[in-house]
């Protein structure tokens, strides 16, 4: 009921190996001039009470990054109010590309990873956020991770 990706669409291995960047489970720096957090794409399941997710990576403003960073284990840093950022995650399952898409980040309390919720346009993915999935499309989507083809990738 969740898949994750491992860095931004913008990572390059290359760049652990310098100062000016890093990637952890949860934050990103590429260059010391772009910002990343994870955080959690989530659509309900049609019929049931469940929540799929996508793991995915937002690019955010330098300010925004840096108070998510000093706020990200302090207690009650659920009050902040979310940040705009863009996503950065291509999920080769939807179509137009999802990179870039606006989306705003409700930071949750302590040890959740942020809800990302994107902004009400027409691209199939908000479509989904804002009216849910069936079991049928969970299945679709895990074949199509598990046992990509060369349409997928």
């Not at 010391?32 to 309900?44: N, S, T």
């Not at 929540?51 to 009650?76: C, H, K, Q, Y």
């Amino acid at each position: 009921m969740n898949y994750s990706a491992t860095a931004p669409y913008y990572w390059d291995p290359s760049f652990t190996d310098t100062d000016d960047s890093l990637l952890s489970s949860d934050q990103c720096v590429i260059k010391a001039e772009h910002y990343f957090v994870k955080g959690l794409v989530e659509i309900p399941v049609i019929g049931s009470d469940d929540v799929f997710s996508w793991a995915v990576w937002v690019t955010l403003s330098r300010e925004n990054f840096s108070r998510a960073a000093d706020m990200w284990e302090t207690p009650g840093r659920e009050a902040e109010s979310p940040y705009f950022g863009w996503l950065s995650t291509e999920l080769s399952l939807y179509s137009p590309s999802t990179i870039n898409l606006k989306t705003h980040v409700h930071i949750r309390p302590v040890g959740q990873r942020p809800f990302i919720e994107l902004e009400p346009t027409d691209h199939p993915l908000a479509v989904e956020q804002r009216n849910g999935i069936t079991l049928d499309r969970i299945r679709e989507i895990a074949e199509a991770v598990l046992h990509p083809t060369s349409e997928d990738t």
